[in-house]
């Protein structure tokens, strides 16, 4: 058998093509086959999570709910506000914060790391949410002289913490940063939390960072430090 351009086909290659052709046409069907059963089982694993994020979000607002009872004041927006901008500063605290005291306490004694790390945070907090405004120009002014990254790492530092302060004033709610504790007293779990690993059975010996309450209510621990005395 010849084709248009004269090529001679022998019987047995056609039939070997037709073979081919029947073998990956199955092939193609069984794979098709096999994508719309992974197509279903997605699916329905997507609608199965998505009921579950529904019940979770479900409980979620009971719990607020059960928090906030008989606080007129902290129902509804504002409270889940106020909750996802406390989760901004602890991140503020536990990331960036630590990022740039660990750069500059850079070599310094293993021993005493924990510690000095939370005596730079403090000096961040104290800088940053002591006042009535966030003071980046002092904060800044007191790490002269240092190189050039750890100075842009401090002043997005500096720009997260005015804007986190400006977002919670928006708000509306009256608020406070507690720097308040009793130093060599033994820590308060319902507003105090040990800073890294320090032994929260210990003393409190340094406020790292401030507590961040709402009316009253804390909405993120206190950060302490703790110990028979400072290393």
């Known amino acids: 058998m ?8 022998k ?8 073979r081919i052709i029947g073998a990956l046409g199955d092939e193609l069907a069984s794979s098709v086959e096999d994508l719309l059963q992974r197509t279903t089982a997605l699916e329905f694993e997507n609608e199965r999570l998505r009921t579950s994020l529904g019940q979770l979000e479900d409980r979620f607002a009971d719990l607020l709910s059960e928090r906030t009872v008989g606080r007129s004041d902290l129902h509804g927006g504002a409270h889940l506000t106020h909750i996802n901008l406390a989760a901004d500063y602890r991140s503020l605290v536990m990331q960036w914060m630590q990022r740039v005291a660990r750069k500059l306490i850079k070599g ?8 000095d790390l939370g005596q730079q945070v403090a000096v961040f ?22 190189d050039g990254e750890i100075l842009r790492l401090a002043e997005s530092m500096c720009a997260r913490a005015t804007e986190l302060r400006h977002k919670i004033t928006d708000v509306g709610i009256h608020h406070e940063w507690d ?3 009793e130093l060599s007293g033994i820590l ?12 929260p059975s210990k003393p409190v010996i340094l406020v790292v960072a401030p507590a961040y309450l709402v009316q009253g209510v804390v909405y993120a621990k206190q950060l302490v430090f703790t110990g028979e005395s400072r290393p």
């Open 2 to 9: 010849q084709d248009e351009h004269g090529v001679t086909y």
């Open 11 to 18: 019987q047995e290659d056609i039939g070997r093509f037709i």
């Open 108 to 115: 310094r004694s293993r021993q005493t790391l924990e510690y």
């Open 125 to 146: 907090t104290e800088f940053l949410f002591r006042g009535d405004f966030p003071d980046s120009t002092g904060l800044l002014s007191s790490l002269h002289p240092v």
């Open 179 to 181: 720097f308040r504790s």
């Open 188 to 199: 308060k779990d319902e507003r105090q939390e040990a800073w890294l690993t320090s032994d």
